[in-house]
């Protein structure tokens, strides 16, 4: 019985890979001086997960940027307008970094490929683009190197790959394709790549290969699962041993359902599946199957997304049953391990009690190993882990810092008109007008300017005590004093003060609100070299005090135009932090929602009539399949009007949100009531636009005209025409023009023209749209 996992966190104990991608972007890490950083980070993952007594290592997982920009790679299906960066100094191992990164990233004349989140993850893929003339061809370079490189250390390997039916559920129409294009139809041409692939896996000496089919555990129609039956007759039906390895097939985040029979029915040799959460229910779905007599099943029984240490006693018991549903059955972590820190040993500040709660990716390891040593040689041999795990888990239940009596009766008070602003938003958006007095075209930014290296050093001199609080705050408001005098140079409309005291927008709160426990290693990648530390919500969530006024309110201070003040709604405070899985979301949400009331309420007081509370993860939460979305929606709107219903009605208040599709929840996002909504828009070509007008959304719209996380500096004339592309679904008068998102990981150097181009570009349009108005 083996101990295997998915994946592994890429960035190494320190952020090595971080820091020489982005150095290898400024010129000062060489592609040579790159791949070298990523092979010891590799072998050093290896050599680790080998240790704490992994028997299969997974190989093809680990990625400079994103693992689904690696099956584009793989697959060939680069786009047009990115080819010639792979052939553009003639070094090849250079240009391939370079062509790689440039999709990612963009350049100055290409755009990048479109960045939405990995089902209900905070991680982003970079979305396919495929047309009727894509023609794939196989480059498995990576893959099957990856794979040599961990045989060469003497260790089992089993190469990863994204599995041809979820690379094309998860693809869109390229640019040039006709917009009902369904890059599904290309299933036929691509699974002869896949077959080349797996060959050459084979001749490396893979043994396994796990594809993996996330895609399936989502509603799926009958042509939908009938490809993924056909493309896994057709791999499974190649002789095994010559043309392929044997086949695992892994799914994750959900229960299968209607697409597992048609998996355990395939010519393939195992399957991988997710026994968590709300997959815990393809444990009765596979017994209805008939289980996988003579196949592998690779059992996911330890959490592969949140951080609570295991019940080792309760996966020990569904192993116990699946051992009857299938020929063998291995240990793993429910998906791969990329979404949790890396060590939580490294975590020595915080109380060692509650550490003990706790499993990053090194402790999930040693779970899935010694859970593998119980199922094969019984729960004696591990009975002293298995006793300080029943001691942590009782631990944990009985600890004051999960409940706080006064928290709970105030959340258990709410009412429902606690959760509605008195007025309707028509007289709102009156008293707004009277109010703010703002012109046609608002130009705003979504928060975030640029942390600059200062910022950065000032805040680790202020942890490590080479400056006082003074000197510090001091900093702070220099650079609100230069952010805001730059917007009004600029010419924007409704100001902001640029959060230079802020970390980031989930942690920062998490540092003030009680019930929440930072980490200081705990980094989890989002994106490329994005990375963040998710804080942990182990308790009853508390404020003592305010957590944003002091800045907003200086900043307001500084200038006579309209400062927004900017929060992190409860719904994403709750995505994008590890939460705690002792009782229902709904409620960890309310208390969340209650603490932002009283902040929202002190912004108001000190005299902030914009209130931006933001809700990116309120799409990336919505669940996989359809039949719980109508609860979940129920009760992370309400939580938004929790904490924005005791607003005034000259009280702006505005939602962001980015990175995810969000045409199918246009009414959720109706029902949160905000006066105005900000969404990311500029990689799809403002497609959110359309979809705003086309659903008749009856409230205010910023469809970002400014890609932030490129390079790319839009001129413009590129700005104005994306305004104008928005103005034929959103009218003039409820349209605002701002960027896709904050502004923190880009540079001034960049930021400066992107602005100055966006307001200028509003002041064009709404020059022609005020002429035309004289004239009429």
Same mark, same amino acid.
């Given at each position: ?5 998915y994946? @592994?966190?890429r ?10 991608v ?12 790159l791949?070298?950083?990523a ?7 290896w050599r ?5 007594g992994?028997d299969?290592? *997974?190989?093809?997982d680990?990625?400079y940027? #994103?693992?689904?920009?690696?099956t584009?790679?793989?697959?060939g299906?680069?786009?047009?307008r990115?080819?010639?960066?792979? +052939?553009? !100094?003639?070094?090849p191992?250079? #240009? ?12 100055r004349?290409?755009a990048?490929l479109?960045?939405t989140?990995?089902f209900d ?6 979305v396919?683009?495929l047309g009727?003339?894509t023609v ?5 370079h990576?893959?099957v190197s ?5 045989l060469a250390?003497g ?5 990863? &790959? ?7 559920l998860?693809a ?5 394709a ?10 036929d ?7 080349a692939?797996?060959a +050459? ?7 396994w ?9 989502q509603d799926r129609?009958?042509a ?6 056909r493309? @896994? ?7 095994v041993?010559t043309a392929?390895p ?9 229960r299968?359902g ?10 393939v040799?195992g399957?991988?599946? +997710?026994f968590?959460?709300?997959?815990a229910?393809?444990l ?5 199957a008939?289980g ?18 295991n019940n ?8 116990g049953t ?12 429910s ?11 490294a ?9 003990r709660?706790? %499993? ?11 859970l593998a040593r119980?199922?094969a040689?019984?729960?004696?041999t ?8 029943r001691?942590?888990?009782a ?8 409940r ?7 959340s ?8 509605r602003?008195?007025?309707?938003y028509p ?5 707004q007008r009277?109010? &703010?007095?703002?012109?046609?075209l608002?130009?705003? !930014? ?8 200062? &910022?950065r050093?000032?805040? %680790?001199d202020l ?9 510090y705050?001091r ?10 005098a ?6 924007l409309?409704?100001?902001v ?6 970390n980031d927008?989930?942690q ?5 609100l009680g019930?929440? &426990?930072?980490?200081?290693?705990g980094?989890?990648?989002?994106y490329?070299?994005?990375?963040v530390r ?10 003592p005090? *305010?957590m944003?006024v002091r ?6 201070s ?5 400062v927004?003040?900017m929060?992190t ?10 939460v705690r ?5 709904a409620d960890?949400a309310r208390?969340?929602a209650?603490?932002l009331?009283?902040?929202? %309420? ?8 914009v209130?931006?509370?933001d ?6 939460t919505l669940?996989?399949?359809a039949?719980?979305?109508a ?12 904490a924005?219903?005791?607003t005034r009605?000259?009280?702006?208040v505005?939602?962001?949100m ?5 045409g199918?929840i246009?009414?959720a996002i ?11 828009a500029?990689?799809s070509?403002?497609?959110?636009a ?5 659903a008749g ?8 005209? @400014?890609?932030?996380h490129?390079?790319?500096v839009? +001129? ?21 023009i ?7 990981t ?7 023209? %992107?602005l ?6 509003a002041r ?13």
């Amino acid at each position: 019985m083996t101990a295997t996992v998915y994946g @592994y966190p890429r960035q190494g104990p320190h952020r090595e890979l971080k820091k020489a991608v982005e150095g290898h972007w400024k010129g000062r890490v060489t592609a040579a001086e790159l791949r070298a950083t990523a092979a010891g980070l590799r072998r050093a993952a290896w050599r680790q997960l080998a240790e704490a007594g992994i028997d299969e290592v *997974p190989t093809g997982d680990f990625s400079y940027y #994103d693992h689904v920009l690696d099956t584009t790679v793989m697959v060939g299906a680069v786009p047009a307008r990115h080819r010639a960066a792979f +052939d553009a !100094t003639g070094d090849p191992e250079a #240009d391939a970094l370079d062509g790689y990164f440039a999709m990612a990233r963009g350049t100055r004349d290409a755009a990048p490929l479109e960045m939405t989140k990995w089902f209900d993850t905070n991680y982003h893929y970079l979305v396919p683009e495929l047309g009727p003339d894509t023609v794939f061809t196989p480059h498995p370079h990576k893959q099957v190197s990856e794979l040599e490189e961990a045989l060469a250390l003497g260790l089992a390997a089993r190469p990863v &790959l994204v599995g041809p039916v979820t690379y094309l559920l998860l693809a869109k129409p390229a640019p040039d394709a006709p917009a009902d294009f369904v890059p599904l139809t290309l299933l036929d041409r691509l699974l002869p790549v896949y077959a080349a692939v797996l060959a +050459d896996l084979r001749a490396a000496g893979a043994e396994w290969v796990q594809l993996d089919e996330p895609a399936l555990v989502q509603d799926r129609t009958p042509a939908e699962l009938n490809a993924a039956a056909r493309a @896994y007759r057709e791999l499974g039906a190649l002789p095994v041993g010559t043309a392929r390895p044997r086949l695992l097939v892994a799914s994750y985040f959900d229960r299968l359902g209607e697409a597992l029979p048609v998996l355990a029915k395939a010519p393939v040799d195992g399957l991988a599946l +997710d026994f968590t959460g709300p997959a815990a229910a393809n444990l009765a779905d596979l017994a209805a199957a008939g289980g996988l007599p003579g196949k592998r099943l690779v059992a996911g029984v330890v959490d592969g997304r949140n951080v609570w240490i295991n019940n080792l006693e309760a996966s020990l018991a569904t192993l116990g049953t699946l051992l009857g549903l299938a020929g063998r059955v291995d240990v793993a972590a429910s998906c791969s391990l990329l979404h949790v820190p890396l060590d939580a040993g490294a975590e020595r500040d915080m109380d060692p009690q509650v550490a003990r709660w706790l %499993a990053f990716a090194r402790q999930k390891t040693e779970e899935i190993a010694a859970l593998a040593r119980g199922l094969a040689q019984g729960p004696d041999t591990i009975a002293a882990r298995l006793a300080a795990n029943r001691a942590d888990l009782a631990s944990r239940a009985a600890s004051a810092l999960t409940r706080d009596p006064a928290v709970r009766a105030r959340s258990a008070a709410v009412t429902d008109a606690d959760t509605r602003r008195p007025q309707a938003y028509p007289q709102r958006a009156a008293a707004q007008r009277a109010h &703010l007095k703002l012109p046609l075209l608002p130009t705003t !930014t979504i928060g975030s300017f640029p942390q600059t290296a200062r &910022l950065r050093a000032a805040r %680790a001199d202020l942890r490590a005590g080479r400056i006082g609080r003074p000197a510090y705050e001091r900093l702070i408001e220099a650079e609100i004093r230069e952010v805001i005098a730059y917007q009004e140079k600029a010419g924007l409309d409704v100001l902001v003060h640029g959060e230079p005291e802020r970390n980031d927008m989930v942690q920062y709160f998490a540092e003030q609100l009680g019930g929440y &426990l930072a980490t200081r290693h705990g980094w989890v990648q989002s994106y490329g070299t994005r990375y963040v530390r998710p804080p942990v919500l182990a308790g009853d969530v508390t404020r003592p005090g *305010p957590m944003t006024v002091r800045w907003a309110a200086y900043a307001r201070s500084l200038t006579d135009r309209p400062v927004k003040g900017m929060l992190t709604g409860p719904v994403t405070m709750l995505a994008w932090s590890f939460v705690r899985d002792d009782q229902p979301l709904a409620d960890t949400a309310r208390q969340v929602a209650l603490a932002l009331r009283d902040e929202v %309420a002190d912004l108001e007081a000190a005299g902030i009539s914009v209130v931006q509370v933001d809700e990116p993860a309120l799409r990336e939460t919505l669940p996989l399949r359809a039949a719980g979305r109508a609860a979940y929606l129920a009760w992370a709107t309400e939580a938004f009007r929790l904490a924005t219903g005791g607003t005034r009605p000259d009280t702006q208040v505005h939602t962001h949100m980015c990175y995810a599709e969000f045409g199918d929840i246009l009414p959720a996002i109706e029902d949160l009531d905000a006066d105005v909504i900000s969404l990311e828009a500029a990689r799809s070509r403002l497609r959110i636009a359309g979809e705003l007008g086309g659903a008749g959304y009856p409230r205010e719209a910023g469809p970002g005209v @400014y890609d932030i996380h490129s390079p790319r500096v839009p +001129d413009e004339a590129e700005t104005a025409g994306l305004i104008e592309r928005a103005l034929e679904s959103v009218p003039a008068d409820r349209l605002w023009i701002n960027p896709d998102c904050g502004l923190k990981t880009r540079d001034w150097e960049e930021v400066r023209p %992107a602005l100055e181009h966006m307001a200028a570009a509003a002041r064009r349009v709404r020059a022609r749209l005020d002429s035309r108005h004289t004239e009429s």
